[in-house]
């Protein structure tokens, strides 16, 4: 177990301590609380604290426990002194430094010992960079049905916005859940070298992928034969009729094989699977449903068989009942593996039709244009087609996945309508706020170099009570501490979500979490001068704030790397 003084400080920790502080009291006073035997008080309200976010209120709290909560909890609502005692001193594993609990108008407000914080947070950054559980185990495939075919391969050309967008939630899927120790497979493997997988590389999508030549023939041909020898097989009947003797007689009814067709709902039915259609029925069994089966049986064959295996099929809403239909064939050829449904709403392009390939030249050209517009003639050379490449992506990757996946979405594809390089728009802004980080450091390294500046000193050498600008707490309150929760939660998801087949793993909360983030590393660097005069007495608040963004850069590498965007050195 470890030390509380080495274990990161974790929000999730923090609420926890808090809650028993409230509790504790209440525990020791009342026969009833006793009697329950849980953690909760009756009649308590669901959420005891709430952690503040917006500068306003981080200005004089940073938990706060509302009236609402103190009049359920105590007579009157009048906090008892022995549980502000409580409160001011709760500890423990992850759990933040307080400093000071009151009870003001709103309710009871606690403040965590900044200073604290700081020091603790920034001498071991790389620590909150990671997701906060322990490494999970388990194996989790992930199937992408638009890019299955047998006989006509997929094109970019082909290929339509909404299938696209399972293909970049299924990609990031795929980062995130091997941050949390699983090991992932990505079904099905596509052809080296073809349209599909340059345009997908194109967008920084790593694919496993065979020989052009390569053939799964083989695995067709036994999944067939599983499926015709399947317990939940329909056998037709007819009457054969033969001539004997010259006589036209009716013989005994007997089975003849033609069509394979599978009872669905007898699948569902004995199998006790929630969440399925209830309209699957009868299937018949198709030439390209055998291929899509074969290649999910060849990466599961892949799997190391020692470790329970996740199927998480990500599919558009258009083929979500073609996949159902999928899951279950598949289950009544022999497969046991868990099988969930990640399902994509619609994209939609108001005013006009385009394919994968087409929008992604369109926001291309847009890119380049605004490019142009901004910087001039020096937009020219690889250095600048690499830099526009990645924010191209960017802007892809951010308009597809800012959004709820099982909701639409719904893209601005007019060619007036242009790629801004300025305000809180997407990938766009977000690179660009990275990319400052980098030249400000870049700045200071060559400050240094010319004995301007000295080296940043060891953490446990400066006084981060200097860091008392309201942005700086907010960056690290609001993004460096809660990151590797964040980064935890879609794992959390899939063990502890109901066993119905459609999942919900949060997939925009990358996107959503990097634009809050650039807005208020803007706004705070907008404010601050962070390489001030070359004067002894200023260099504690100058290390102190390189160090917070140092902290930052690499919180930014972090978060785009799950995206598969790499980050950018200039614009």
């Known amino acids: 177990m470890e030390n509380e003084e080495e274990s990161p400080f974790r929000i999730i920790s923090t609420v926890r301590a808090l809650n028993s502080a409230l509790r504790d009291k209440l525990r020791d006073d009342t026969e009833t609380t006793r009697s329950c035997g849980g953690d909760r008080v009756p009649n308590e309200p669901a959420k005891l604290w709430f952690k503040e976010s917006s500068a306003k209120n981080l200005r004089n709290r940073d938990f706060l426990s509302p009236n609402t909560v103190l009049t359920a909890l105590y007579d009157d609502g009048q906090v008892p002194p022995a549980v502000l005692n409580n409160v001011l001193s709760a500890h423990g594993s992850g759990v933040l430094p307080l400093h000071g609990a009151e009870v003001v108008a709103e309710g009871l407000r606690v403040c965590v010992d900044h200073p604290a914080a700081f020091r603790r947070v920034l001498s071991r950054a790389a620590e909150y960079l990671r997701p906060s559980g322990a490494q999970r185990e388990g194996c989790v495939l992930l199937n992408c049905p638009a890019l299955h075919t047998r006989d006509t391969h997929i094109t ?120 399925y259609d209830p309209s699957l029925g009868t299937c018949t069994v198709q030439r390209e449903t055998i291929a899509h089966l074969a290649q999910l049986d060849r990466v599961a064959a892949a799997a190391d068989s020692s470790v329970a295996m996740t199927v998480l099929h990500v599919a558009s809403c258009q083929d979500e009942f073609r996949q159902q239909q999928t899951a279950m064939l598949w289950r009544a050829s022999g497969a046991t593996a868990t099988q969930r449904l990640v399902v994509c709403g619609p994209v939609k392009t108001p005013g006009a039709q385009l394919s994968a390939a087409q929008y992604l030249q369109l926001r291309r050209s847009q890119m380049k244009e605004a490019s142009e517009m901004k910087y001039g003639e020096q937009v020219e050379g690889q250095t600048w087609d690499d830099i526009i490449r990645v924010m191209t992506s960017a802007t892809v990757r951010f308009e597809l996945l800012s959004t709820v996946h099982t909701s639409p979405v719904t893209l601005e594809v007019q060619k007036e309508g242009g790629v801004s390089t300025k305000g809180p728009r997407g990938g766009v802004f977000v690179m660009y706020n990275c990319a400052r980080l980098h030249t400000l450091f870049s700045s200071y390294e060559r400050g240094v170099q010319e004995g301007i500046y000295p080296e940043i000193p060891e953490s446990s050498e400066l006084d981060f009570s200097s860091l008392k600008e309201e942005g700086e707490w907010l960056l690290l309150f609001n993004y460096l501490i809660p990151y590797s929760e964040l980064l935890d939660q879609s794992g959390r998801t899939l063990e502890l979500e109901g066993g119905g087949v459609r999942v919900n793993l949060k997939t925009e909360q990358a996107c959503k979490f990097l634009v809050s983030l650039s807005k208020d590393f803007s706004s705070y660097y907008n404010r601050v001068h962070v390489l001030g005069e070359p004067l002894p007495h200023l260099f504690n608040q100058m290390f102190c704030r390189l160090l917070l963004l140092s902290a930052l850069r690499e919180l930014y590498h972090s978060a785009l790397d799950a995206l598969n965007l790499p980050p950018i050195p200039q614009l």
Not at 173 to 197: F, H, K, N, T
Not at 251 to 271: A, P, S, Y
């Open 156 to 275: 970019s050309h082909t290929l339509t916005l909404g299938q696209l967008r399972t293909v970049l939630i299924a990609d990031h899927l795929g980062v995130l859940l091997r941050r949390q120790g699983y090991s992932v497979l990505y079904c099905p493997a596509l052809p080296e070298d073809g349209d599909i997988i340059n345009f997908i590389k194109a967008l920084g999508v790593d694919w496993p992928t065979v020989p052009v030549s390569w053939s799964n023939e083989g695995r067709e041909q036994k999944v067939l034969e599983d499926l015709r020898s399947s317990p939940y097989r329909e056998m037709e009947c007819e009457k054969e009729k033969t001539r004997r003797n010259g006589e036209e007689t009716e013989e005994e009814e007997h089975r003849v094989e033609r069509e394979v067709k599978i009872n669905l709902k007898e699948v569902v039915q004995e199998q006790g699977l929630q969440g």
